[in-house]
């Protein structure tokens, strides 16, 4: 069994900073690409960014220069950097990642639960 589990989000001031951090756990044989998304009330679920094995990143044009992206295979997180932030950042924050459990099976996409963001005054 593979799950993501999430952590870090809660309330933050406009312009304030927040990190999260997301970690697999299960049998994993490896982690391709790693991400997050979110979703705000009555708003469809998008990409905030992802980073592969060999580092590469991306982002959605909102998060560039306010949002950073992080993993440490070695301890299968990835993080989520954020600063400057406004509050049509509201929403739920969700981890994805494609993890194979065996040499020769599948890659299969999972999602964490989700951890809330709130950016009021």
């Known amino acids: 069994q593979v799950q993501l589990v999430e952590s870090g989000g809660g309330l933050v001031r406009p312009g304030g900073s927040l990190r999260l951090s997301c970690v697999a756990q299960g049998n994993i044989f490896a982690i391709y690409t790693m991400g997050w998304y979110r979703q705000a009330p009555g708003k469809e679920r998008e990409l905030v960014a992802v980073?592969?094995?060999?580092?590469?990143?991306l982002y959605e044009d909102y998060a560039k220069g306010r949002f950073t992206i992080s993993r440490d295979n070695a301890k299968r997180t990835v993080d989520l950097q954020m600063s400057s932030l406004e509050p049509e950042d509201t929403a739920v924050y969700y981890c994805?990642?494609?993890?194979?459990?065996?040499?020769?099976?599948?890659?299969?996409?999972?999602w964490g639960r989700g951890t809330q963001v709130t950016v009021s005054s």
């Open positions: 980073t592969t094995s060999v580092d590469t990143t």
């Open positions: 994805n990642a494609d993890v194979s459990q065996t040499p020769t099976s599948d890659t299969l996409n999972y």
